[in-house]
């Protein structure tokens, strides 16, 4: 096999390993705390502090497993946006992936691969035209990297995500 075929095929195995693990794991338990709070000093240090409140909002309840990647649309976005207190598990779900992963990982899937979101019903599909061109259904990936103290994973978003019906 080519180099191109060794990439597809290493491209198919992430997606399906990516597909399986987020069937199979739960995305919201008890884990390591530490790892929530460097995650949260992440977001502050950039600024995203409605996210970080949000995650703070579930102390207590529930909390991320350590294996996400939250994306995180920024302040402005997230004030139109009326979020209901038991609506927030949902709304955090529906903005995370079940596998942390560095823009680096994300930019090696193609245009038009589907991911799972935290919520077993929602996908996010890729839209990757590069660093400065890469969405997540609507909303396009504008800080990379963000939260790099912990084993979370977390990229700041320009929108919240939409998803079809």
């Known amino acids: 096999m080519g180099l191109h075929c060794y990439y597809h095929y290493y491209l198919l195995m992430m997606l399906v390993l ?6 199979s794991q739960p995305i919201f338990h008890p884990f390591n705390h530490t790892d ?3 995650a949260i000093s992440d977001m502050r240090t950039k600024s995203y502090y ?5 995650l703070q909002m579930l ?3 529930s909390q991320p497993s350590s294996s996400l990647t939250f994306l995180m649309p920024d302040d402005r976005e997230l004030s139109t946006s009326a979020i209901a207190a038991d609506e927030i598990e949902d709304f955090l ?3 995370a992936i079940p596998m ?3 823009f680096n990982d994300l930019s090696h899937f193609p245009t038009g691969t589907l991911v799972p979101s935290g919520i077993s019903t ?4 890729i839209h990757n035209r590069g660093r400065g061109d890469f969405f997540v259904n609507n909303a396009q990936i504008v800080s990379a990297n963000v939260c790099l103290g912990s084993v979370i994973k977390c990229h700041g978003i320009d929108a919240i995500i939409e998803y079809d019906a």
């Open 50 to 54: 409605g996210f970080a409140m949000l």
């Open 36 to 38: 929530l709070q460097a």
């Open 93 to 95: 779900l529906s903005h």
């Open 18 to 23: 990516v597909t399986g693990y987020a069937e």
């Open 122 to 125: 929602k996908m996010i599909r």
């Open 100 to 102: 942390p992963l560095y």
């Open 59 to 61: 102390n207590g309840t």
